[in-house]
């Protein structure tokens, strides 16, 4: 389909999601579009970036409430389930849509009453959101006969399985059903971890809910940083690379992701910091750990690592107010051919990545130079989460995509401080979450491999604030030829 028919198609999907709105039933509005049409925009919205869909996609007052779900406003796979939602995908039989347009979706979904999930209008339920959606919560809690967020659940942790739920706050003793995409299963975690009152902490440690982050300035505008807060984040990322290479010393067959975990917290909190994934909107652990088809975002468990496993350990450290952000996928003992190829070229995507930082490159180049790389080697780039703006907030602008033809806006300016840190997998790039809201999985359970390094734009190039020590493992084969 041409871009000079864009704006017809988007007259199109506003009338659809008019009469969505009036007839409450997605297959009497369905019943006016063609499956083609449908297709054709399921195709259009994988070739368009995020700032293009929103103005072309129907249904304006749904998508951004769709969106605050998802890490990256990029996530193609998001925006399908927006036209998924408005057109009913072709009339599936059975499928309705109830939503109102100023109604929460999620509340109507979970069949919560109107009088708590009603709002004026889109700006007044976005500007509500943080608070509002722990109302999801409770009710999940609730349905399970488990008690309300940031209360301790009666169960010990030799009572069986703890599985953890959305966003970490409470445990099940069941599995939930679900459609494993490989063979890696959930086993069960240990209790948060404490962090001594003396340690200066973010303003989530407490209750899991960030205050400032979200409705900060610097979620838009790209911050430009003053010596002295460029000077604190060195000692943030110096500290994150000693924690990450105390992890990677412990990699081997038989040790359990929890006990990485409490190395990674041992050596955060010796140092003086605070492990910024703990509690962050509930995160249960002090670092992620992903093994195998893991993208990203693992929780560490009581899983213990097998020869020829893969496993990536992300670290992130706050210190004197600023937080440094790093990452490297391991090798467990003797790994197959295909998962070596898969993280060396992982680890050169990122290398070549930060060669091209410097002020006046456009943002976008960086996914350019990663897909290119990673598509010769026949993988394939993630799409749907994305490097991010660090410094006192732990996420902030810019979106750095890894993906080739994305929409990323802006130029790199010396000052500034952000990740980028490429998932590469060795199948499709498409991603599948866990019913524990956290960990991405490969849809077709294929490996994937992820480094990650947080970076100083200077007036001649780049400074890499996480850069490998001469006392770090020598755990990289290529790095030693």
């Known amino acids: 389909m041409s871009r000079g028919g864009l704006q017809q198609m988007a007259n199109r999907r506003d009338e659809i999601a008019t009469q969505l709105w009036n007839a409450h039933n997605c297959s009497e509005a369905a019943a ?24 072309f996609v129907a249904g304006k007052k749904l998508i951004s409430t769709v969106l605050l779900n998802f890490c990256c406003s990029a996530d193609i796979l998001a925006i399908a389930y927006v036209i998924d939602a408005l057109v009913g995908f072709c009339c599936i039989p059975g499928y309705s849509y109830t939503a109102l347009p100023d109604k929460c979706p999620k509340c109507v979904e979970l069949k919560l009453p109107r009088e708590g999930a009603a709002f004026c209008t889109q700006d007044c339920f976005k500007s509500s959101w943080s608070t509002h959606k722990s109302v999801h919560l409770k009710e999940k809690l609730s349905a399970l006969g488990l008690g309300a967020p940031g209360e301790q659940n009666s169960a010990s942790p030799n009572d069986g399985w703890l599985y953890c739920l959305k966003k970490g706050q409470a445990r099940t003793p069941k599995l939930p059903h679900f459609d494993w995409t490989g063979s890696l299963r959930p086993y069960p975690i ?31 505008v790209v911050e430009i940083k003053t010596p002295e807060l460029i000077d604190r984040m060195r000692e943030a990322c110096q500290i994150a690379r000693e924690v990450l290479d105390a992890a990677a010393r412990v990699v081997r067959p038989g040790v359990t992701t929890d006990e990485i975990d409490d190395v990674v917290h041992e050596a955060t909190i010796a140092a003086g910091g605070y492990p910024s994934p703990l509690n962050y909107y509930f995160f249960p652990k002090s670092c992620c750990t992903s093994i195998n088809e893991v993208i990203c975002h693992g929780i560490p468990d009581a899983r213990k690592l097998e020869d020829g496993d ?25 790994v197959d051919e295909a998962s070596r190829q898969l993280v060396q070229c992982t680890y050169e995507c990122l290398e070549k990545a930060i060669a091209i930082v410097k002020p006046g490159v456009r943002f976008r180049e960086i ?27 732990f996420h902030c602008a810019p979106n750095i995509p890894h993906y080739a033809r994305n ?24 991603d599948r979450m866990w019913p524990d809201g956290w960990t991405a999985v490969t849809v077709d359970g294929k490996r994937s491999a992820q480094f990650e390094h947080t970076l100083l734009v200077t007036e001649t190039g780049v400074e890499v604030l996480t850069a490998r020590l001469p006392s770090s493992p020598d755990v990289f084969p290529w790095l030693s030829s």
Not at 310 to 334: A, M, Q, R, S, W
């Open 32 to 55: 006016t579009l063609s499956r083609n049409e449908a297709t054709a925009t399921l195709k259009l919205a994988e070739q368009l970036g995020d700032g293009e869909l929103c103005s």
């Open 190 to 220: 240990s209790r948060r971890r404490a962090v001594p009152a003396d340690i200066d902490q973010p303003d989530w440690a407490i209750d899991g809910i960030p205050k400032i982050e979200p409705n900060s300035d610097l979620q838009h």
């Open 310 to 334: 893969i496993v990536n350990v992300d670290v992130t450290v706050y210190y004197k107010g600023v937080h440094g952000d790093l990452n490297e996928t391991f090798f467990v003992g003797n």
């Open 367 to 393: 996914g350019e130079v990663i897909n290119r790389h990673a598509s010769m080697a026949g993988f394939s780039v993630v799409k749907s989460i994305c490097g991010h703006g660090i410094g006192e907030l």
């Open 407 to 430: 929409k990323a806006v802006g130029v790199m300016k010396a000052g500034q401080t952000y990740t980028i840190e490429p998932m590469i997998n060795a199948g499709v790039w498409r």
